[in-house]
């Protein structure tokens, strides 16, 4: 319960003041909690339309690219009406201080909406199972395009040796999977287990090499350039939550005042 910060002069210039903090708790967490239930909805929301505009055909529906700048605007979205609410909520249900200036009650009504931004904000930020997922997805991602790019290094039409064929995959994965990228003797060694394994001329194998690590880096840019456009929306999202809370606080705040006063 909000508590009415006053000051009572005394002797010389000393004043004494409320022991009681005039942060309204229950209004923080109550819009809070609807800001979370708000963000629950818009997320499933924005999964169902996301399925709906995938396709299982290639080269239909939204580029990786694409995909990212709608996933990051959505995000906007979601924390636009979420903290809307929350902040809202919050205004509305806290106690309204009497004694106290207009400009400190506008201080304190942005502080409560942007306080119930923040415990919603780390309550979601802190179920981690969807960044997990996330994570292991583009790391499931990363193996199968390495795999990939050894299966077409190691397309043959002669019989071979299964175990030294699975050695050498072995081997070219993980020389492929390195992180600096191959360096110009890994490069040269590669392109000679592929004429080994293959049977084709020395250059077509350096070729096959060429084609994979090209293909390879470019796949690797693509995940960090949509990795960064989400990371960019993310941020400006809580921006604008933020924000959004506070304005919304202040908004309700006055409303629930105003009423108060029309009552009396």
């Not at 043959?156 to 992180?179: K, Q």
């Not at 990228?181 to 287990?193: K, P, S």
């Not at 020395?202 to 994979?212: G, H, I, N, S, T």
């Amino acid at each position: 319960m909000a508590t009415i910060v006053t000051s009572v002069p005394l002797e010389g210039n000393a004043t004494s003041e409320s022991a009681r903090s005039a942060v309204s708790w229950p209004a923080i967490f109550a819009g809070a909690v609807v800001a979370i239930a708000a963000t629950m909805i818009l997320v499933a929301l924005g999964s169902g339309l996301g399925f709906a505009a995938a396709s299982p055909w290639p080269g239909v529906g939204p580029s990786l690219a694409s995909f990212a700048i709608g996933a990051g605007i959505w995000l906007i979205v979601t924390q636009w009406v979420s903290a809307g609410l929350g902040g809202y909520i919050t205004g509305r249900l806290r106690t309204r201080w009497t004694g106290v200036h207009t400009d400190e009650v506008l201080f304190r009504d942005t502080a409560h909406g942007l306080l119930a931004w923040a415990v919603s904000t780390v309550i979601v930020a802190g179920v981690a199972l969807a960044a997990t997922a996330s994570t292991l997805n583009a790391a499931a991602d990363t193996a199968n395009t390495v795999g990939y790019a050894t299966d077409t290094m190691l397309r043959s039409n002669r019989p071979a040796d299964p175990a030294m064929t699975d050695a050498a995959r072995a081997e070219i994965g993980r020389l492929l999977a390195r992180p600096d990228g191959l360096a110009a003797a890994d490069r040269g060694y590669l392109a000679g287990v592929v004429a080994r394994q293959t049977g084709v001329s020395p250059a077509e194998a350096q070729r096959r090499v060429d084609a994979a690590t090209t293909a390879l880096r470019e796949a690797a840019d693509k995940a960090r350039k949509v990795s960064s456009t989400i990371g960019f929306f993310a941020a400006l999202s809580l921006l604008i939550g933020a924000f959004i809370a506070a304005v919304a606080a202040a908004y309700g705040g006055r409303l629930r005042d105003e009423d108060e006063l029309r009552v009396r």
